[in-house]
T-cell receptor, first 109, second 117 residues
Framework: GQNIDQPTEMTATEGAIVQINCTYQ??????LFWYQQHAGEAPTFLSY??LDGLEEKGRFSSFLSRSKGYSYLLLKELQMKDSASYLC??????????WGAGTKLIIKP | GAVVSQHPSWVICKSGTSVKIECRSL??????MFWYRQFPKQSLMLMAT?????????EQGVEKDKFLINHASLTLSTLTVTSAHPEDSSFYIC?????????????FGDGTRLSIL
């Protein structure tokens, strides 16, 4: 079966750095996505990785290792507004998006 | 770019009412649109994939006759919840992918919060 694993909840301090991990087992691989979802709102796209390595976009970076079935989202200089759920999603060989359950990130002052 | 508009944002109605939700891609053409449902504190659940000009593909366990999907143009898909009941109360979200650009991410509408009394 297809599976995406990510921690249920993480807590970090304002100004710090946090890394949210995602491991996956899917039927084929055509890219991995990270989305941010604030409570009561729809997800917004953060990053896309299809090749191994690190993609940096401002305070957010995403890393992919296809051989390990592993990705992480790195958030630097955390702000209170970064409190949200972070969703990892993998596109399989049929171009279907397989979603993780999301990681709720709590930022404390 | 890549804006998806979803309407209405909130619906509160009586049990037995049918509710129609619209999803529009405003600045791109979307051959494929997706309809999700999300219950509180749970992950996104894909309900169906909507393809322009053809029948939607429903996920296992989703009733086709209850959740009617129409994708009549490259910029509009609609979801109609027929004879809604309290258990249908949820957050419904649509997303769209730009035509012929499978490498692109799905872009989400703002969602519709449906409350059935």
């Amino acid at each position: 079966g297809q599976n995406i694993d990510q921690p249920t909840e993480m807590t970090a301090t304002e100004g710090a750095i946090v890394q949210i991990n995602c491991t996956y087992q899917t039927s084929g691989f055509n890219g991995l996505f990270w989305y941010q979802q604030h409570a009561g709102e729809a997800p917004t796209f953060l990053s896309y990785n299809v090749l191994d390595g690190l993609e940096e976009k401002g305070r957010f970076s995403s890393f992919l290792s296809r051989s390990k079935g592993y990705s992480y989202l790195l958030l630097k200089e955390l702000q209170m507004k970064d409190s949200a759920s972070y969703l990892c999603a993998v596109r399989d060989s049929n171009y279907q998006l397989i979603w993780g359950a999301g990681t709720k990130l709590i930022i404390k002052p | 770019g890549a804006v998806v508009s979803q309407h209405p944002s909130w619906v509160i109605c009586k049990s037995g009412t049918s509710v129609k939700i619209e999803c529009r891609s405003l600045d791109f053409q979307a051959t494929t649109m997706f309809w999700y449902r999300q219950f509180p504190k749970q992950s996104l659940m894909l309900m169906a994939t909507s393809n322009e000009g053809s029948k939607a593909t429903y996920e296992q366990g989703v009733e086709k006759d209850k959740f009617l999907i129409n994708h009549a143009s490259l910029t509009l898909s609609t979801l109609t919840v027929t004879s809604a009941h309290p258990e249908d109360s949820s957050f419904y979200i649509c997303s769209a992918r730009e035509a012929d650009r499978e490498s692109q991410p799905q872009h989400f509408g703002d969602g519709t919060r449906l409350s059935i009394l």
